[in-house]
Structure formats: structure tokens, C-alpha cells
């Protein structure tokens, strides 16, 4: 429950105002996501993020960049995660700066899908997608420079239930 679910509009603080049948933004500017690539090489935010975040927060409600719910689905490298503790921890101290200068920011979780590479991932992570059909294109690596995108493995239905269920925290 919101705690300031019972005040006027004026007196809540601005994250509890974007949350509730038909209540509106009070600031109508929204800073849009863009993957910045920014955190460690595992995915974890860092000083940069954390910085870079707390220094918009004079934006109505910020929409942070992606963040991969699990390793499968990771995209690009140095793209934040929020699958382990030390990716919580590090967007922990992301929101911290935020809500410290008074701002709102809520975190986009993406699954990246067919989009990804062995080369970002790591051997024994697959890409998986809703099909097994392969992404035209290319993608940057810190490991090989410019590579093709790993053909993706099919989910069954069932499985793509339990992965969603998964990344639950």
C-alpha cells in the first residue's frame, strides 16, 4: 500500500502520485529510455549509472534503461541486469540517488529475445526467443568486435511460462 494513498495530491510524494486508478503525472515530462551501456561487464550498475540517473531526476518520471531479468535475456554488453543480487544491490543505489533528489524512476525490464550473441552471453547461455528464426543483422562484442546474431532456440509454451515465472524476485 502507498502511504500517502490518503493525502491530497499536493502533499504525497511524487513517486506515489504516478501510481492509482486515474491519477495523472503531476510533472508530464517523462524521460524516455536509452540504453546507455553503462554498467560492469556482469551486468552490474554502477558509479556512471548512478550518476548519470541522479542527475535527471528533475525529470517527471524517468524510465530507466532495459535491464535483462536473466542471463538468456542479455542483448549488449555492459547492459544492466536485475538477476542476481549484486544487479539489485547496484539499481538499489540507482533508485537511492534518485528518489534523493526528489525524482521518480521505474526500471524497464527487457528480455532481449532473438537478439543477443554466444560472445556477450557466454558459451553456455542460449539465446532464446518465441522461434527459432534468426535476426538479420549484426551486433558489437567486447570479445570479437561486429558479430552475427546467434540463431535463437524456440521456447515451448510451458517453458516460456516457467522463464517468466523465473524472473520473478
Known amino acids: 500500500p502507498l502511504t500517502g494513498a490518503g493525502l491530497p495530491p499536493h502533499s504525497r510524494p511524487r513517486c506515489q502520485q504516478l501510481v492509482g486508478a486515474g491519477e495523472m503525472l503531476t510533472d508530464p ?6 540504453t546507455r551501456n553503462r554498467a560492469d561487464a556482469d551486468g552490474v550498475p554502477g558509479e556512471l549509472m548512478t550518476l548519470h540517473y541522479a542527475q535527471r531526476a528533475d525529470a ?3 524510465v530507466a534503461e532495459g535491464a535483462w531479468p536473466s542471463a ?3 542483448a549488449y ?5 536485475i538477476a542476481t543480487a549484486a544487479q539489485i544491490a547496484g539499481w538499489r543505489r540507482v533508485t537511492d540517488a534518485v528518489h534523493a533528489r526528489g525524482g521518480c524512476i ?7 529475445g ?4 554466444r560472445h556477450i552471453k557466454g ?7 518465441a522461434s527459432a528464426i534468426q535476426a538479420a543483422g549484426e551486433i558489437y562484442t567486447d570479445a570479437a568486435g561486429m558479430q552475427p546474431l546467434d540463431p535463437p532456440r524456440a521456447l515451448g509454451t510451458e517453458e516460456g ?9
Not at 554488453?77 to 541486469?81: A, K, M, Y
Not at 532473438?114 to 550473441?117: D, L, T, W
Not at 553456455?124 to 526467443?129: A, D
Open 29 to 34: 515530462a517523462v524521460l524516455a529510455p536509452m
Open 161 to 169: 511460462r516457467a522463464g517468466g515465472e523465473g524472473d520473478r524476485q
Open 114 to 117: 532473438r537478439i543477443g550473441s
Open 72 to 74: 538468456a535475456g542479455q
Open 123 to 129: 558459451d553456455k547461455v542460449e539465446t532464446v526467443s
Open 106 to 112: 521505474v526500471l524497464q525490464i527487457m528480455h532481449a
Open 60 to 62: 517527471g518520471l524517468i
Open 77 to 81: 554488453c555492459r547492459q544492466p541486469g
